[in-house]
């Protein structure tokens, strides 16, 4: 690799090992084999606050002062970001969503909208969830992951969406959707890799 990649995996759900997050793990550990240093933030151990709409994001971080501080500035830092989360009635978690209103700043300054990040950067979402495979959990995340290109530097955000994934720990007895999170922490951080000047 010509340069060192960093990759930031968010974890959205309540569960310490919980399905979302144990293929989070997974693609963690494809991006480490391939190269790059690797975190992990659980969203269910900070205090996070809702977006405020407040319309005018300062320099220096978002205005409120919680858990997104600490959040806001590994992102910042890293080229790769894995987010996870399960769906709950029809959406992702209520935590992981307080948390991607709050991204909001990485795409306004001040009052403009105007994206804050350089690249190149990579994104991807992992969603879980019960039911059969079901293509509006899939659009749901790929939604969200759709803005990442407007916070800069982002290619399109992927999506891993797996299906029939009720029970903690489900995730596990899964090898093959444990091996398409590895493989695409592996890719992602690969092509950031190629990326590089």
């Known amino acids: ?19 979302s997050t144990t293929l989070l793990r997974a693609a963690l550990a494809g991006a480490q084999q391939a190269g ?13 606050r809702g977006c405020r709409g407040c319309d005018s994001c300062p320099d220096d971080g978002c205005r409120q002062r919680d ?10 830092l ?5 987010f996870a989360a ?7 978690s209520g935590t992981f969503k307080t948390f991607y209103d709050r991204l909001y700043w990485f795409r306004r ?9 350089g690249g190149p950067r990579r994104g991807a979402m992992i969603v879980t969830y019960e039911d059969p495979q079901n293509a509006f959990y899939e659009q749901m995340a790929q939604r969200l992951v759709n803005y990442l290109p407007g916070f800069g530097g982002f290619a399109p955000g992927r999506v891993l969406a797996c299906s029939g994934l009720g029970p903690v720990g489900a995730a596990r ?5 444990a091996e398409a999170a590895r493989a695409l922490g ?10 590089a000047p």
């Open 78 to 82: 890293a080229d790769v970001w894995l």
């Open 36 to 48: 790059a240093t690797t975190t992990l933030i659980r969203l269910d151990e900070l205090i996070l």
């Open 173 to 177: 007895s899964r090898p093959d959707y």
């Open 109 to 117: 300054q001040g009052t403009e909208v105007r994206p804050r990040l």
């Open 67 to 76: 858990g997104f501080g600490a959040v806001h500035a590994a992102l910042a």
């Open 186 to 195: 592996a890719q992602l951080t690969h092509e950031i890799s190629s990326d």
């Open 86 to 92: 399960p769906v709950y009635f029809d959406g992702v």
């Open 1 to 19: 690799m010509s340069r060192s990649v960093r990759a930031l995996g968010i974890a959205g759900s309540l569960r310490r090992n919980g399905n």
